[in-house]
């Protein structure tokens, strides 16, 4: 019997989220913009002394909040943890968006925020980055006088590497006085650019962090909103009480004890994407600044063949064919094996394609 269920019509209408293939373990892995270097040891000794005990009880989040928070700068009444960075960006749709609201984001960008305002019912008003993948601040800040609940930036953005100037993002702040501005920092180790001290001069701004990129924690699955105390008090309130594991917990404490760790992962990753660009550019093929831990290039017509004779061997990127164009890709930057092997296949693809036209 085929059941009746009551679902909601904002559920019928929207499409399923592209989630990573299964199988990519043993792959090259550079579609997803993970640290392809894993988690440095400290984790994985915390991990290990886990008891039986402590997974049989529910977590305690005081010492690793204030932990958490000392590490940001903040007190841990400006710091919400959340299940990943994904679960810190649905909460501002359970606290501030109702159906018959709207959101404001700039694509192409993290689809995330699209994916959570569907669901959630909303309308979605959207702007486009330029050809130069330049952000419209004057066009984006013209749009806020429509009175958006909130605003989503990512900083730098996701896929296309823009950094917006802390200048931009203040100017965005003052004209949208009764809007939630969401700065999503995911990328921020990479980019050495916040606008997290601003949360005690501007109630309105929320920043967003995630321990799945430079700490390399993706598979546990931790972020954080920070906003001052009134704002953040807001979000707590569309919170569970027990939104994130203890494993998470231990492993985010332990990776803020080898910061020194992270910090020469993000050095190298920094050189390594300079280095790449150059290799892609001596090959004629356009890539864009960026300020994450992954690169934004345009192969042309033939990219999406080059992109599945990568699949065949193991390597993994992420094509933006559909949202961008045809032949755009985003890759992450791995290590420099990594990405010494992929320039060879990509030197060979090229080479074999210049052979066959003449």
């Given at each position: 019997m085929k059941a009746r269920l009551p679902v909601r019509k904002a559920i019928l209408q929207r499409k399923t989220y592209e989630a990573p293939a299964e199988g990519r373990l043993n792959k090259m892995r550079l579609d997803f913009n993970e640290n392809t270097t894993g988690c440095g040891p400290a984790v994985l000794h915390a991990l290990r002394k886990l008891t039986p005990q402590q997974l049989a009880m529910y977590p305690e989040y005081g010492k690793p909040t204030r932990r958490i928070a000392a590490y940001f700068g903040i007190s841990e009444q400006e710091l919400l943890l959340t299940n990943g960075g994904d679960d810190a960006l649905r909460v501002f749709f359970d606290a501030f968006v109702e159906p018959s609201k709207h959101i404001l984001i700039c694509e192409p960008t993290f689809p995330m925020y699209r994916y959570y305002a569907e669901i959630a019912g909303a309308r979605v008003e959207t702007l486009r980055y330029g050809s130069e993948m330049e952000f419209p601040l004057g066009d984006f800040v013209s749009a806020l006088q429509r009175k958006p609940a909130v605003?989503?930036?990512?900083?730098?953005?996701?896929?296309?590497?823009?950094?917006?100037?802390?200048?931009?993002?203040?100017?965005?702040?003052?004209?949208?006085?009764?809007?939630?501005?969401?700065?999503?920092?995911?990328?921020?180790?990479?980019?050495?650019?916040?606008?997290?001290?601003?949360?005690?001069?501007?109630?309105?701004?929320?920043?967003?962090?995630?321990?799945?990129?430079?700490?390399?924690?993706?598979?546990?699955?931790?972020?954080?909103?920070?906003?001052?105390?009134?704002?953040?008090?807001?979000?707590?309130?569309?919170?569970?009480?027990?939104?994130?594991?203890?494993?998470?917990?231990?492993?985010?404490?332990?990776?803020?004890?080898?910061?020194?760790?992270?910090?020469?992962?993000?050095?190298?990753?920094?050189?390594?994407?300079?280095?790449?660009?150059?290799?892609?550019?001596?090959?004629?093929?356009?890539?864009?600044?960026?300020?994450?831990?992954?690169?934004?290039?345009?192969?042309?017509?033939?990219?999406?063949?080059?992109?599945?004779?990568?699949?065949?061997?193991?390597?993994?990127?992420?094509?933006?064919?559909?949202?961008?164009?045809?032949?755009?890709?985003?890759?992450?930057?791995?290590?420099?094996?990594?990405?010494?092997?992929?320039?060879?296949?990509?030197?060979?693809?090229?080479?074999?394609?210049?052979?066959?036209?003449?």
């Open positions: 605003v989503f930036i990512a900083n730098p953005n996701n896929p296309t590497g823009t950094l917006l100037p802390r200048s931009g993002i203040e100017r965005i702040l003052l004209a949208a006085s009764s809007t939630a501005v969401v700065i999503d920092e995911a990328y921020a180790e990479f980019s050495g650019v916040t606008v997290l001290p601003w949360i005690r001069k501007y109630p309105n701004l929320f920043v967003t962090r995630t321990f799945s990129k430079a700490a390399g924690l993706a598979g546990l699955r931790l972020g954080a909103a920070m906003a001052c105390r009134e704002s953040i008090a807001l979000l707590r309130r569309a919170m569970p009480p027990f939104p994130v594991n203890i494993g998470a917990l231990v492993a985010a404490e332990a990776a803020l004890q080898e910061r020194s760790a992270i910090r020469n992962y993000v050095k190298q990753t920094r050189e390594i994407r300079e280095w790449f660009a150059g290799k892609l550019a001596r090959l004629g093929v356009r890539t864009f600044p960026s300020a994450g831990n992954f690169l934004l290039a345009d192969f042309g017509p033939q990219g999406p063949r080059l992109f599945k004779k990568l699949a065949t061997q193991g390597i993994l990127v992420r094509e933006r064919s559909k949202d961008i164009g045809l032949g755009f890709v985003r890759i992450s930057i791995g290590t420099g094996s990594e990405m010494k092997r992929l320039v060879k296949v990509i030197q060979k693809e090229i080479r074999n394609r210049v052979e066959t036209s003449d």
